[in-house]
């Protein structure tokens, strides 16, 4: 009997382990301060939480194409939403990359001790990064291709912890773009990055050409899966 109790334990680990990270949600699964009142599909998609993991498991081409996916806020109608979060898919990816770029900035600060991140230098470029080089590399992402779309129309409510009662329609997109071209906008912000300290004439420590393909090839590494 205690055997056979631990097949049976043994056998519901492997059922949880196998199962998939990934899967689409039911609506009543998801604790928030809304109702999903009508939605493109009776389950949330787990591509939009993780793209790159959803495609993964879904033995969908992860060597030659990089998975993004992006979510509006609350809008007055669905026709809005979607159409918001189609067009705004060239932005989001050039903003993704300026994000990443930003982050192993921080990295490259933290670990160099010969590099003071209060330097008024640094703080001027990692401003650039946050404020400008999304807007600036914008036009070099093309390529992009929307696979999937998901809508839902929500109904807020005070009494589920939202700031007042509300309808509001939110659309997501699942983007694919070829790493090929996603290399290309980040080869495009390294040019930036370059470029502005180039343009920096004052004698404070500033980042070296080496130091800046470091940052640019770690942020090349980490967008592009490897």
């Not at 998609?45 to 793209?51: H, L, M, T």
């Not at 993991?53 to 007055?76: C, H, M, Q, R």
């Not at 694919?176 to 343009?199: G, H, Y």
Request: charged share 30%; proline share 2%; aromatic share 8%.
């Amino acid at each position: 009997m205690k055997f056979n109790l631990t097949l049976l334990a043994f056998a519901l680990v492997l059922g949880a382990c196998s199962s998939s990270k990934f899967k689409s949600t039911e609506h009543e699964d998801i604790e928030r301060d809304y109702e999903v009142k009508d939605s493109s599909s009776k389950a949330r998609p787990g591509w939009i939480e993780d793209a790159n993991g959803w495609a993964s498991e879904n033995d969908i081409d992860t060597k030659t194409l990089t998975y993004y996916s992006f979510e509006t806020t609350p809008k007055v109608s669905r026709q809005i939403a979607c159409d918001l979060a189609k067009a705004r898919a060239r932005a989001d990816i050039a903003g993704e990359i300026a994000t990443e770029i930003s982050k192993q900035i921080d990295q490259e600060v933290s670990g160099n001790p010969g590099i003071d991140e209060n330097s008024p230098e640094i703080s001027s470029l990692k401003e650039f990064v946050d404020s400008f080089l999304s807007s600036r590399i914008q036009r070099s992402v093309y390529g992009a291709k929307i696979n999937k779309t998901y809508w839902e129309k929500r109904f807020y409510q005070k009494d589920l912890g939202a700031k007042k009662d509300f309808y509001g329609h939110t659309c997501a997109v699942f983007v694919s773009i070829s790493k090929a071209n996603l290399n290309k906008s980040i080869s495009a912000a390294q040019k930036e990055l370059e470029r502005t300290q180039k343009n920096n004439v004052s004698e404070e420590r500033k980042f070296s050409r080496e130091e800046i393909k470091e940052i640019i090839d770690r942020t090349r590494k980490t967008l592009n899966k490897e």
